[in-house]
């Protein structure tokens, strides 16, 4: 007996697919990340929950192929954007990076690989295809880079000045990725150009000619380059404000013989064959019935099932479009091409391989038969009685009798064959309203959530059982695996040189390794230290416990890197005076009282952190679900009594604050950062950089690696000392003694595990080490290094990406007007630049930063807390709501 397994089983379109294969006589399994609506149908002969595409990749597709081996499935057919993380798997197999379940599986999935999957999702690439296809398509502009776009915002300015009140012509603006038109913007010919949320490399728009016509869409299935089922037809309603946006929820079929209906077919096919496409296809098209070279233009495609499957009936035998005769044992009579073509005026038919044993062969593409079709649930969900107030009482009015008109559609979801229960579509509705509070999108976004893709790396973590898995394909540039052993290096350096307090006097934190995934990271182990008047004996107890000092009222507060005390409440506390109103001063500092009482109680400072290297800023890998689910019960176990946590979490261009949210973690908002897109050059045409390189330039200053003694593999200790000081007077004098205190053995320590690379900003022509030797200022004579004085440092780090400078000096007593801070700001830039990454510029001047192309981002501390006594829990979740209501909107209302 044939046997196709589907996966996407919670969409509808799924629903309708395994009932035309159970129609043909075929046992359909599916399968979802959720609890789906077509486990209830009676086509269904076994319904699977598998971990999440998006967020569990390598156990999806292990899960997918363990269900197929069990019930010996013939085809693997994917419905939703899951087809994307499938074909990455079996495209692993090429690269040599495949499990023995991705093998098996590419010789079962109905999908194209991923390249191609790719030139059709990205809507950016996809207008190149159709311009090197030469089919119709709006004029398309990628829009890359926040720098670009403000430039094109003031473009447009003052092109409206110019043309007057109408300006220049109304746009289309859209993610290079997204579905269902959700964050689609009309811009009208008199708007300007909106702030978008973010916009890089990785997450690049389009913006599009605005084209008026009437809209309409197709279904295709496509087998080895041939089409063979096709449908045009028209979303008469949508899931939106009036059923006139979103996705489509009422269906009408455009007649197969008329002019945009066979336009679209032929730009299917024609897309088909370039491609050598197998898979399931959608266009959204505009027809334009005023212009007579190109009446139908092409969107947008859905490289997935759309709703055009509803339209096709039980007799229209659909499922013989993705099976050749040979499997399913169907009577089928080849045609000619001839008589294909002959044909093709009266019924829209395209020619279609038969199968492999007969490749010549050419049969009839399936059509649809049905003319209108819905879908009950969400259709009843969006009537026109939500549409805008001010829309017109006639027009309201005739948008009620469409409506009533549609509801004698036949209902998609509940035929009088198969109807599904209605709990069933409750339940369904209850786990999409669940997803969508919980990853705080809308219901739509929700419904896509756990499985799509926007073009981020896929980088898995490990098979169970097995080494370290490689990248299935698609890594991200810059990327580095775990194995290279620098915070297992960076320890062992910390620990000869005396431990946490002799590298950072203000830390009393131990420190430990932690394998994640692929990766190894530091991991500082904190103990509470009581606010209070006296600490107690329990204090002093764990904190030798765990490698710390003993725990006094009286000592230092703890450096903010290692202490969510000293983050969230002292760092707090000085910075108050930010606050422009003398009231809203006061009042901040009644509620951080409070807020230092509550911490306090709840022990926040009995915390483990993972990726911790005792500096402000740590760069991340994109970790999966599995890894931190592992990770983090691994740490309840050994660490019972403390939180557990990330710092520095942010998501440009990653998915981890997502996956730790899904793992049980609380997002706290930590501080506002800034990003500069580096990896392009807009940033280096900016007025300021451009200032900044030419300063450098004439200053007579040279930047030069910190000489390294092969003997000792770091800087002899003046040198050692030189950078201390440089970065003391700048983060401790000027900023905050919550800064990190470095010592002379945290940077040897650095630099002989390679986590910082220091690079130093010397004045050449100052006094010869030889004959006027400088013990503070100069390196020692062996090491065959002779330069003036060293006035700036920085140390950096490049990873998973990004360059971070969490070590950043100069010498402050010298004259503003030297401009040190601008000459290192610009060295650590074009650092960044030259090795493919972006710089992460952490926090603080923020328009300095701005105005050198820095993006503010929001970034976070994740915790785990579960596994802690509800006292504890509720500490952190007072925090939590203390940031995000309170906080987090102050700071954005005051510009901080």
Same mark, same amino acid.
């Given at each position: 007996?044939?046997?196709?397994?589907?996966?996407?089983?919670?969409?509808?379109?799924?629903?309708?697919?395994?009932?035309?294969?159970?129609?043909?006589?075929?046992?359909?399994?599916?399968?979802?990340?959720?609890?789906?609506?077509?486990?209830?149908?009676?086509?269904?002969?076994?319904?699977?929950?598998?971990?999440?595409?998006?967020?569990?990749?390598?156990?999806?597709?292990?899960?997918?192929?363990?269900?197929?081996?069990?019930?010996?499935?013939?085809?693997?057919?994917?419905?939703?954007?899951?087809?994307?993380?499938?074909?990455?798997?079996?495209?692993?197999?090429?690269?040599?990076?495949?499990?023995?379940?991705?093998?098996?599986?590419?010789?079962?999935?109905?999908?194209?690989?991923?390249?191609?999957?790719?030139?059709?999702?990205?809507?950016?690439?996809?207008?190149? %295809?159709?311009?090197?296809?030469?089919?119709?398509?709006?004029?398309?502009?990628?829009?890359?880079?926040?720098?670009?776009?403000?430039?094109?915002?003031?473009?447009?300015?003052?092109?409206?000045?110019?043309?007057?009140?109408?300006?220049?012509?109304?746009?289309?603006?859209?993610?290079?990725?997204?579905?269902?038109?959700?964050?689609?913007?009309?811009?009208?010919?008199?708007?300007?150009?909106?702030? %978008?949320?973010?916009?890089?490399?990785?997450?690049?728009?389009?913006?599009?000619?605005?084209?008026?016509?009437?809209?309409?869409?197709?279904?295709?299935?496509?087998?080895?380059?041939?089409?063979?089922?096709?449908?045009?037809?028209?979303?008469?309603?949508?899931?939106?404000?009036?059923?006139?946006?979103?996705?489509?929820?009422?269906?009408?079929?455009?007649?197969?013989?008329?002019?945009?209906?066979?336009?679209?077919?032929?730009?299917?096919?024609?897309?088909?064959?370039?491609?050598? !496409?197998?898979?399931?296809?959608?266009?959204?098209?505009?027809?334009?019935?005023?212009?007579?070279?190109?009446?139908?233009?092409?969107?947008?495609?859905?490289?997935?099932?759309?709703?055009?499957?509803?339209?096709?009936?039980?007799?229209?035998? !659909?499922?013989?479009?993705?099976?050749?005769?040979?499997?399913?044992?169907?009577?089928?009579?080849?045609?000619?091409?001839?008589?294909?073509?002959?044909?093709?005026?009266?019924?829209?038919?395209?020619?279609?391989?038969?199968?492999?044993?007969?490749?010549?062969?050419?049969?009839?593409?399936?059509?649809?038969?049905?003319?209108?079709?819905? !879908?009950?649930?969400?259709?009843?969900?969006?009537?026109?009685?939500?549409?805008?107030?001010?829309?017109?009482?006639?027009?309201?009015?005739?948008?009620?009798?469409?409506?009533?008109?549609?509801?004698?559609?036949?209902?998609?979801?509940?035929?009088?064959?198969?109807?599904?229960?209605?709990?069933?579509?409750?339940?369904?509705?209850?786990?999409?309203?669940?997803?969508?509070?919980?990853?705080?999108?809308?219901?739509?976004?929700?419904?896509?959530?756990?499985?799509?893709?926007?073009?981020?790396?896929?980088?898995?973590?490990?098979?169970?059982?097995?080494?370290?898995?490689?990248?299935?394909?698609?890594?991200?540039?810059?990327?580095?695996?775990?194995?290279?052993?620098?915070?297992?290096?960076?320890?062992?350096?910390?620990?000869?040189?005396?431990?946490?307090?002799?590298?950072?006097?203000?830390?009393?934190?131990?420190?430990?390794?932690?394998?994640?995934?692929?990766?190894?990271?530091?991991?500082?182990?904190?103990?509470?230290?009581?606010?209070?008047?006296?600490?107690?004996?329990?204090?002093?107890?764990?904190?030798?416990?765990?490698?710390?000092?003993?725990?006094?009222?009286?000592?230092?507060?703890?450096?903010?890197?290692?202490?969510?005390?000293?983050?969230?409440?002292?760092?707090?506390?000085?910075?108050?005076?930010?606050?422009?109103?003398?009231?809203?001063?006061?009042?901040?500092?009644?509620?951080?009282?409070?807020?230092?009482?509550?911490?306090?109680?709840?022990?926040?400072?009995?915390?483990?952190?993972?990726?911790?290297?005792?500096?402000?800023?740590?760069?991340?890998?994109?970790?999966?679900?599995?890894?931190?689910?592992?990770?983090?019960?691994?740490?309840?176990?050994?660490?019972?009594?403390?939180?557990?946590?990330?710092?520095?979490?942010?998501?440009?261009?990653?998915?981890?604050?997502?996956?730790?949210?899904?793992?049980?973690?609380?997002?706290?908002?930590?501080?506002?950062?800034?990003?500069?897109?580096?990896?392009?050059?807009?940033?280096?045409?900016?007025?300021?950089?451009?200032?900044?390189?030419?300063?450098?330039?004439?200053?007579?200053?040279?930047?030069?690696?910190?000489?390294?003694?092969?003997?000792?593999?770091?800087?002899?200790?003046?040198?050692?000392?030189?950078?201390?000081?440089?970065?003391?007077?700048?983060?401790?004098?000027?900023?905050?003694?919550?800064?990190?205190?470095?010592?002379?053995?945290?940077?040897?320590?650095?630099?002989?595990?390679?986590?910082?690379?220091?690079?130093?900003?010397?004045?050449?022509?100052?006094?010869?080490?030889?004959?006027?030797?400088?013990?503070?200022?100069?390196?020692?004579?062996?090491?065959?290094?002779?330069?003036?004085?060293?006035?700036?440092?920085?140390?950096?780090?490049?990873?998973?990406?990004?360059?971070?400078?969490?070590?950043?000096?100069?010498?402050?007593?010298?004259?503003?007007?030297?401009?040190?801070?601008?000459?290192?700001?610009?060295?650590?830039?074009?650092?960044?630049?030259?090795?493919?990454?972006?710089?992460?510029?952490?926090?603080?001047?923020?328009?300095?930063?701005?105005?050198?192309?820095?993006?503010?981002?929001?970034?976070?501390?994740?915790?785990?807390?579960?596994?802690?006594?509800?006292?504890?829990?509720?500490?952190?979740?007072?925090?939590?709501?203390?940031?995000?209501?309170?906080?987090?909107?102050?700071?954005?209302?005051?510009?901080?």
């Amino acid at each position: 007996m044939t046997t196709v397994l589907l996966t996407g089983a919670r969409a509808p379109a799924t629903l309708d697919l395994a009932r035309r294969f159970a129609d043909e006589g075929v046992r359909v399994i599916v399968a979802d990340s959720q609890t789906s609506i077509s486990s209830a149908s009676r086509a269904v002969s076994a319904a699977y929950r598998v971990p999440s595409p998006r967020f569990r990749p390598v156990e999806f597709a292990e899960a997918v192929a363990g269900i197929a081996r069990r019930h010996v499935v013939d085809l693997v057919i994917p419905t939703c954007e899951e087809t994307f993380w499938l074909a990455a798997a079996v495209d692993a197999e090429t690269s040599g990076a495949a499990t023995r379940s991705a093998s098996a599986l590419g010789r079962m999935l109905f999908a194209p690989p991923i390249d191609v999957l790719r030139r059709l999702h990205d809507k950016a690439d996809f207008a190149a %295809l159709l311009a090197e296809l030469g089919l119709p398509h709006p004029a398309t502009e990628v829009v890359d880079s926040a720098i670009d776009w403000r430039h094109r915002a003031r473009s447009r300015e003052r092109a409206r000045g110019r043309d007057g009140a109408e300006g220049p012509a109304g746009l289309v603006l859209k993610p290079a990725f997204s579905r269902f038109g959700t964050r689609t913007q009309m811009i009208a010919p008199h708007q300007p150009l909106p702030t %978008l949320p973010r916009v890089t490399l990785d997450e690049r728009w389009v913006l599009q000619e605005h084209v008026s016509g009437t809209e309409f869409c197709t279904y295709a299935v496509a087998l080895e380059g041939r089409l063979t089922a096709f449908v045009a037809y028209r979303p008469v309603w949508r899931a939106g404000r009036g059923g006139d946006t979103g996705a489509g929820v009422a269906f009408e079929q455009l007649d197969p013989s008329t002019a945009p209906a066979r336009e679209a077919r032929r730009i299917s096919e024609r897309l088909a064959e370039a491609l050598t !496409l197998t898979g399931q296809f959608g266009l959204d098209l505009m027809h334009r019935p005023g212009h007579a070279a190109a009446s139908v233009v092409v969107l947008e495609c859905n490289p997935r099932a759309t709703s055009g499957i509803h339209l096709f009936a039980p007799a229209d035998h !659909l499922a013989r479009a993705f099976l050749p005769q040979s499997v399913l044992g169907f009577p089928q009579s080849p045609v000619t091409a001839t008589s294909a073509s002959s044909s093709a005026s009266a019924s829209g038919s395209v020619s279609a391989p038969a199968s492999a044993s007969a490749p010549d062969a050419r049969l009839p593409a399936i059509a649809a038969s049905r003319a209108t079709s819905r !879908l009950g649930l969400p259709h009843a969900m969006y009537p026109p009685l939500t549409g805008a107030p001010a829309e017109a009482g006639s027009n309201r009015l005739k948008r009620l009798k469409v409506y009533a008109e549609q509801l004698r559609y036949p209902d998609a979801l509940r035929p009088p064959e198969d109807r599904l229960p209605l709990a069933s579509l409750a339940r369904s509705l209850a786990v999409q309203l669940r997803e969508s509070r919980r990853a705080h999108v809308d219901l739509l976004a929700a419904s896509t959530h756990d499985l799509e893709w926007n073009g981020e790396p896929i980088v898995p973590g490990p098979s169970s059982g097995g080494p370290p898995a490689e990248p299935l394909s698609l890594l991200g540039a810059g990327d580095e695996q775990g194995s290279r052993g620098w915070a297992r290096a960076f320890a062992a350096a910390i620990a000869d040189e005396g431990g946490v307090t002799a590298a950072v006097t203000n830390a009393t934190a131990g420190l430990e390794t932690v394998r994640v995934g692929r990766y190894e990271l530091p991991l500082t182990v904190s103990t509470h230290r009581s606010r209070s008047r006296h600490a107690t004996r329990e204090d002093d107890r764990r904190g030798r416990r765990h490698g710390g000092a003993i725990t006094s009222a009286d000592a230092p507060t703890e450096s903010y890197v290692v202490s969510p005390f000293t983050h969230y409440v002292d760092y707090a506390r000085e910075e108050l005076g930010e606050l422009r109103s003398a009231g809203m001063r006061r009042a901040a500092t009644l509620l951080l009282r409070g807020l230092g009482a509550v911490l306090d109680a709840g022990r926040a400072d009995d915390v483990v952190l993972i990726g911790n290297g005792l500096v402000s800023t740590n760069l991340l890998p994109d970790l999966g679900q599995r890894e931190v689910t592992e990770v983090t019960v691994r740490l309840r176990r050994e660490h019972p009594d403390r939180a557990i946590g990330f710092r520095s979490v942010h998501g440009r261009g990653m998915l981890l604050p997502e996956v730790l949210r899904r793992s049980g973690y609380r997002l706290l908002p930590s501080r506002s950062v800034f990003f500069v897109p580096t990896r392009g050059r807009e940033w280096l045409a900016l007025r300021d950089v451009r200032r900044d390189r030419q300063l450098f330039e004439a200053s007579g200053y040279e930047a030069v690696p910190a000489p390294i003694d092969p003997r000792t593999g770091a800087s002899d200790r003046p040198t050692r000392e030189r950078i201390v000081e440089l970065y003391r007077m700048l983060y401790l004098d000027k900023y905050s003694p919550l800064n990190p205190a470095y010592t002379p053995e945290f940077v040897a320590a650095a630099q002989r595990s390679g986590f910082l690379d220091f690079t130093l900003l010397v004045k050449r022509g100052g006094p010869d080490p030889e004959n006027h030797p400088d013990p503070e200022n100069h390196p020692d004579p062996e090491i065959g290094t002779a330069f003036g004085r060293i006035d700036g440092v920085m140390g950096t780090r490049t990873a998973h990406g990004f360059l971070a400078a969490p070590v950043f000096g100069y010498d402050t007593a010298l004259p503003p007007e030297t401009g040190l801070y601008r000459m290192l700001s610009w060295l650590v830039a074009r650092r960044a630049h030259d090795q493919g990454a972006e710089l992460h510029a952490s926090s603080g001047v923020a328009d300095f930063k701005r105005y050198r192309g820095g993006e503010a981002e929001l970034e976070y501390t994740a915790v785990f807390v579960r596994h802690l006594p509800w006292r504890r829990r509720l500490a952190w979740g007072v925090l939590e709501v203390v940031l995000t209501r309170v906080a987090v909107p102050l700071l954005a209302r005051e510009g901080l």
